[in-house]
Protein backbone atom coordinates (compact mmCIF):
# COMPACT_ATOMS: atom_id res chain seq x y z
CA UNK A 1 0.00 0.00 0.00
CA UNK A 2 1.23 3.45 -0.74
CA UNK A 3 2.91 5.74 2.03
CA UNK A 4 0.16 8.12 3.51
CA UNK A 5 0.47 11.70 2.87
CA UNK A 6 2.59 14.19 5.05
CA UNK A 7 0.94 14.64 8.04
CA UNK A 8 -1.72 12.22 7.46
CA UNK A 9 -1.78 9.08 10.36
CA UNK A 10 -0.84 5.80 9.29
CA UNK A 11 -3.75 3.88 10.07
CA UNK A 12 -6.97 5.78 9.82
CA UNK A 13 -9.23 6.58 12.76
CA UNK A 14 -12.29 7.06 11.13
CA UNK A 15 -14.69 3.78 12.50
CA UNK A 16 -18.64 2.77 13.00
CA UNK A 17 -19.11 6.27 15.06
CA UNK A 18 -18.59 7.93 11.81
CA UNK A 19 -21.43 6.14 9.49
CA UNK A 20 -23.92 6.99 12.93
CA UNK A 21 -22.58 11.04 12.57
CA UNK A 22 -22.74 10.53 8.42
CA UNK A 23 -26.29 9.83 8.74
CA UNK A 24 -27.02 12.53 10.96
CA UNK A 25 -25.40 14.75 8.73
CA UNK A 26 -27.06 13.34 5.35
CA UNK A 27 -31.11 13.36 7.70
CA UNK A 28 -29.89 16.83 8.74
CA UNK A 29 -29.23 18.39 5.43
CA UNK A 30 -32.43 17.27 4.02
CA UNK A 31 -34.35 18.32 6.83
CA UNK A 32 -32.89 21.50 6.25
CA UNK A 33 -33.54 21.67 2.36
CA UNK A 34 -37.19 20.27 3.20
CA UNK A 35 -37.77 23.13 5.47
CA UNK A 36 -36.05 25.82 2.70
CA UNK A 37 -37.94 24.10 0.14
CA UNK A 38 -41.47 24.48 1.84
CA UNK A 39 -40.66 28.04 2.77
CA UNK A 40 -40.01 28.54 -1.23
CA UNK A 41 -43.29 26.55 -2.11
CA UNK A 42 -45.55 26.18 0.63
CA UNK A 43 -46.99 24.02 2.64
CA UNK A 44 -48.93 23.13 -0.98
CA UNK A 45 -46.20 21.76 -2.02
CA UNK A 46 -46.11 18.42 -0.31
CA UNK A 47 -49.97 18.24 -1.73
CA UNK A 48 -48.86 18.48 -4.75
CA UNK A 49 -45.85 16.19 -4.89
CA UNK A 50 -48.02 13.66 -2.77
CA UNK A 51 -50.51 13.38 -5.84
CA UNK A 52 -47.68 13.06 -8.04
CA UNK A 53 -47.99 16.60 -9.34
CA UNK A 54 -44.75 17.66 -10.85
CA UNK A 55 -45.11 20.16 -13.01
CA UNK A 56 -45.91 23.13 -11.05
CA UNK A 57 -41.95 25.54 -10.43
CA UNK A 58 -42.71 24.87 -6.38
CA UNK A 59 -42.55 21.02 -6.84
CA UNK A 60 -39.64 21.04 -8.86
CA UNK A 61 -37.66 23.25 -6.78
CA UNK A 62 -38.19 21.24 -3.49
CA UNK A 63 -37.47 18.14 -5.79
CA UNK A 64 -34.13 20.00 -6.75
CA UNK A 65 -32.94 21.45 -3.32
CA UNK A 66 -34.19 17.84 -1.36
CA UNK A 67 -32.09 15.74 -3.73
CA UNK A 68 -29.50 17.37 -4.24
CA UNK A 69 -29.27 18.28 -0.60
CA UNK A 70 -29.24 14.30 -0.21
CA UNK A 71 -26.61 13.50 -2.24
CA UNK A 72 -24.46 16.11 -1.55
CA UNK A 73 -24.54 15.64 1.86
CA UNK A 74 -23.93 11.83 1.14
CA UNK A 75 -20.81 12.35 -1.35
CA UNK A 76 -19.18 14.94 1.24
CA UNK A 77 -19.37 13.26 4.39
CA UNK A 78 -16.65 10.34 3.72
CA UNK A 79 -14.36 13.04 2.13
CA UNK A 80 -14.68 15.16 5.40
CA UNK A 81 -14.22 11.70 7.40
CA UNK A 82 -11.18 10.52 5.36
CA UNK A 83 -9.17 13.89 5.39
CA UNK A 84 -9.98 14.68 8.61
CA UNK A 85 -9.14 10.97 10.12
CA UNK A 86 -7.37 9.33 7.05
CA UNK A 87 -5.50 9.07 4.35
CA UNK A 88 -8.10 10.42 1.92
CA UNK A 89 -10.91 8.90 -0.22
CA UNK A 90 -8.29 6.89 -2.60
CA UNK A 91 -6.25 5.23 0.04
CA UNK A 92 -9.01 4.66 2.50
CA UNK A 93 -12.10 4.22 0.44
CA UNK A 94 -10.87 3.10 -2.80
CA UNK A 95 -12.11 5.88 -5.21
CA UNK A 96 -10.07 5.16 -7.94
CA UNK A 97 -10.59 4.10 -11.54
CA UNK A 98 -8.80 1.83 -13.89
CA UNK A 99 -9.66 0.99 -17.20
CA UNK A 100 -10.98 -2.79 -16.76
CA UNK A 101 -13.67 -0.94 -14.11
CA UNK A 102 -15.52 -0.39 -17.43
CA UNK A 103 -15.67 -3.92 -18.37
CA UNK A 104 -16.04 -5.07 -15.02
CA UNK A 105 -18.78 -2.28 -14.77
CA UNK A 106 -20.80 -2.83 -17.70
CA UNK A 107 -20.76 -7.27 -16.57
CA UNK A 108 -21.76 -6.75 -13.27
CA UNK A 109 -24.51 -4.47 -14.18
CA UNK A 110 -26.14 -6.96 -16.46
CA UNK A 111 -25.76 -9.43 -14.07
CA UNK A 112 -27.34 -7.41 -11.32
CA UNK A 113 -30.22 -6.83 -13.77
CA UNK A 114 -31.39 -10.40 -13.85
CA UNK A 115 -30.32 -11.23 -10.19
CA UNK A 116 -32.63 -8.29 -9.57
CA UNK A 117 -35.06 -9.81 -11.38
CA UNK A 118 -34.76 -13.08 -10.10
CA UNK A 119 -35.26 -12.60 -6.61
CA UNK A 120 -38.11 -9.92 -7.23
CA UNK A 121 -40.18 -12.52 -8.98
CA UNK A 122 -39.29 -14.98 -6.17
CA UNK A 123 -40.21 -12.80 -3.40
CA UNK A 124 -43.20 -11.48 -5.10
CA UNK A 125 -45.03 -15.25 -5.62
CA UNK A 126 -43.84 -15.70 -1.81
CA UNK A 127 -45.81 -12.11 -0.40
CA UNK A 128 -48.80 -12.74 -3.25
CA UNK A 129 -47.87 -10.10 -5.20
CA UNK A 130 -47.81 -9.64 -8.83
CA UNK A 131 -44.28 -9.06 -10.30
CA UNK A 132 -43.35 -5.35 -10.58
CA UNK A 133 -46.27 -4.57 -9.00
CA UNK A 134 -46.23 -0.21 -7.74
CA UNK A 135 -46.40 -0.99 -4.31
CA UNK A 136 -43.04 -3.01 -4.90
CA UNK A 137 -41.14 -0.63 -6.26
CA UNK A 138 -39.61 3.28 -5.65
CA UNK A 139 -40.29 4.34 -9.19
CA UNK A 140 -43.45 5.98 -9.28
CA UNK A 141 -41.56 9.61 -9.34
CA UNK A 142 -39.98 8.84 -12.37
CA UNK A 143 -43.27 7.80 -14.03
CA UNK A 144 -45.13 11.23 -12.75
CA UNK A 145 -41.80 13.42 -13.94
CA UNK A 146 -41.93 11.60 -17.80
CA UNK A 147 -43.27 14.55 -19.45
CA UNK A 148 -41.84 17.18 -17.59
CA UNK A 149 -38.88 19.10 -16.74
CA UNK A 150 -38.43 17.27 -13.37
CA UNK A 151 -37.64 14.21 -14.98
CA UNK A 152 -33.81 15.80 -15.64
CA UNK A 153 -33.64 16.26 -11.98
CA UNK A 154 -34.29 12.74 -11.42
CA UNK A 155 -32.02 11.51 -14.28
CA UNK A 156 -29.15 13.17 -13.02
CA UNK A 157 -30.00 12.13 -9.28
CA UNK A 158 -30.55 8.39 -10.50
CA UNK A 159 -28.03 7.62 -13.20
CA UNK A 160 -24.60 10.31 -11.89
CA UNK A 161 -25.49 11.74 -8.63
CA UNK A 162 -26.81 8.09 -6.46
CA UNK A 163 -24.34 5.61 -8.05
CA UNK A 164 -21.16 8.36 -7.27
CA UNK A 165 -22.70 9.42 -3.87
CA UNK A 166 -23.58 6.14 -2.76
CA UNK A 167 -20.58 4.16 -3.49
CA UNK A 168 -18.61 6.49 -1.57
CA UNK A 169 -20.76 6.46 0.97
CA UNK A 170 -22.13 2.30 1.78
CA UNK A 171 -19.37 1.02 0.24
CA UNK A 172 -16.59 3.14 1.00
CA UNK A 173 -17.21 4.54 4.75
CA UNK A 174 -19.57 1.77 5.14
CA UNK A 175 -17.90 -1.16 4.79
CA UNK A 176 -14.63 0.09 5.72
CA UNK A 177 -15.39 0.82 8.72
CA UNK A 178 -17.24 -2.43 9.64
CA UNK A 179 -14.61 -4.46 7.91
CA UNK A 180 -12.05 -2.63 9.92
CA UNK A 181 -13.78 -3.68 13.15
CA UNK A 182 -15.27 -6.94 12.53
CA UNK A 183 -14.13 -8.10 9.41
CA UNK A 184 -14.75 -8.51 5.89
CA UNK A 185 -17.90 -10.45 5.79
CA UNK A 186 -19.61 -8.43 8.21
CA UNK A 187 -18.69 -5.27 6.39
CA UNK A 188 -20.67 -6.27 3.53
CA UNK A 189 -23.27 -7.75 5.10
CA UNK A 190 -23.32 -4.37 7.40
CA UNK A 191 -22.88 -2.14 4.38
CA UNK A 192 -25.97 -4.20 2.09
CA UNK A 193 -28.42 -3.65 5.12
CA UNK A 194 -27.68 0.03 5.69
CA UNK A 195 -27.79 0.52 1.88
CA UNK A 196 -30.78 -1.10 1.96
CA UNK A 197 -32.67 0.48 4.61
CA UNK A 198 -33.35 3.55 3.19
CA UNK A 199 -35.21 2.47 0.07
CA UNK A 200 -38.23 1.80 2.34
CA UNK A 201 -41.15 4.16 0.51
CA UNK A 202 -44.01 2.28 1.54
CA UNK A 203 -46.05 0.59 4.35
CA UNK A 204 -46.86 -2.39 2.90
CA UNK A 205 -44.91 -5.43 3.94
CA UNK A 206 -45.49 -7.17 1.06
CA UNK A 207 -44.36 -4.66 -1.26
CA UNK A 208 -41.39 -3.52 1.28
CA UNK A 209 -40.23 -7.70 1.09
CA UNK A 210 -39.99 -7.58 -2.05
CA UNK A 211 -38.16 -3.38 -2.75
CA UNK A 212 -35.73 -4.69 -0.21
CA UNK A 213 -34.87 -8.09 -1.60
CA UNK A 214 -33.96 -6.64 -4.77
CA UNK A 215 -32.56 -3.76 -3.04
CA UNK A 216 -30.27 -5.91 -0.93
CA UNK A 217 -29.21 -8.41 -3.65
CA UNK A 218 -28.16 -4.91 -5.36
CA UNK A 219 -25.86 -3.86 -2.68
CA UNK A 220 -24.67 -7.51 -1.91
CA UNK A 221 -23.48 -7.73 -5.74
CA UNK A 222 -21.83 -4.16 -5.10
CA UNK A 223 -20.48 -4.80 -2.06
CA UNK A 224 -18.56 -8.02 -3.26
CA UNK A 225 -16.93 -6.13 -6.29
CA UNK A 226 -15.62 -3.76 -4.18
CA UNK A 227 -14.06 -5.76 -1.98
CA UNK A 228 -12.82 -8.36 -4.84
CA UNK A 229 -11.61 -5.05 -7.18
CA UNK A 230 -10.36 -3.05 -3.94
CA UNK A 231 -11.76 0.37 -5.54
CA UNK A 232 -14.66 1.95 -6.28
CA UNK A 233 -14.76 2.11 -10.23
CA UNK A 234 -16.46 -0.62 -11.22
CA UNK A 235 -18.81 -0.69 -8.71
CA UNK A 236 -20.24 2.79 -9.46
CA UNK A 237 -20.25 2.07 -13.36
CA UNK A 238 -22.60 -1.35 -12.31
CA UNK A 239 -24.60 1.27 -10.31
CA UNK A 240 -25.36 3.91 -12.93
CA UNK A 241 -25.78 0.62 -15.42
CA UNK A 242 -28.77 -0.86 -13.17
CA UNK A 243 -29.89 2.45 -12.47
CA UNK A 244 -30.31 3.70 -16.54
CA UNK A 245 -31.87 0.35 -17.34
CA UNK A 246 -34.72 1.61 -14.35
CA UNK A 247 -35.12 4.91 -15.41
CA UNK A 248 -35.62 2.94 -19.01
CA UNK A 249 -37.44 0.00 -18.05
CA UNK A 250 -40.13 2.24 -16.06
CA UNK A 251 -40.55 5.14 -18.82
CA UNK A 252 -41.41 1.56 -21.09
CA UNK A 253 -44.03 0.58 -19.42
CA UNK A 254 -45.31 4.08 -18.27
CA UNK A 255 -45.43 4.74 -22.19
CA UNK A 256 -47.48 1.25 -23.03
CA UNK A 257 -49.12 1.47 -20.09
CA UNK A 258 -49.40 -2.33 -20.07
CA UNK A 259 -49.61 -4.45 -17.55
CA UNK A 260 -47.93 -7.83 -17.44
CA UNK A 261 -46.36 -7.77 -20.86
CA UNK A 262 -42.93 -7.28 -21.67
CA UNK A 263 -42.18 -4.25 -20.81
CA UNK A 264 -44.06 -3.96 -17.32
CA UNK A 265 -42.34 -7.34 -16.29
CA UNK A 266 -38.96 -4.87 -15.89
CA UNK A 267 -40.84 -3.05 -13.53
CA UNK A 268 -38.87 -4.80 -10.86
CA UNK A 269 -35.79 -3.35 -11.98
CA UNK A 270 -36.72 -0.16 -11.40
CA UNK A 271 -35.01 0.90 -8.41
CA UNK A 272 -33.93 4.38 -7.81
CA UNK A 273 -31.15 4.10 -5.67
CA UNK A 274 -31.36 7.72 -4.19
CA UNK A 275 -34.88 6.87 -2.77
CA UNK A 276 -34.30 9.17 0.80
CA UNK A 277 -36.00 12.06 -0.11
CA UNK A 278 -39.31 10.26 -1.30
CA UNK A 279 -39.98 9.32 2.15
CA UNK A 280 -40.39 12.88 2.59
CA UNK A 281 -43.80 12.88 0.10
Not at 25 to 41: D, E, N, R, S
Not at 138 to 151: E, L, R, V
Not at 236 to 253: C, P, S
Request: proline residues 5%.
Amino acid sequence: MPPPPNGAPADPLWGIPDIVLGIVFIVAAVILATGLGLAIGGLDTLDDLANGDLSGTDAIVFLALTTFAQSGAMGVWPVIVARWKGRGVKLDFGWQFQPIDIAYGLGVGVLMLFLAASVSYAVSSLVGLDPGAEESTNTQIISDAADGPAFVIILIAAVLLAPIVEELFFRGLCLRAIEKRFGTLAGVLGSTFLFTLPHFTNPSLAGTSVLFAAIGTVGLVLAVLTVKTGRLGAAIIAHAVFNAVGVVATLNASATGAAGNSASSLAILELLAGALNSQLW
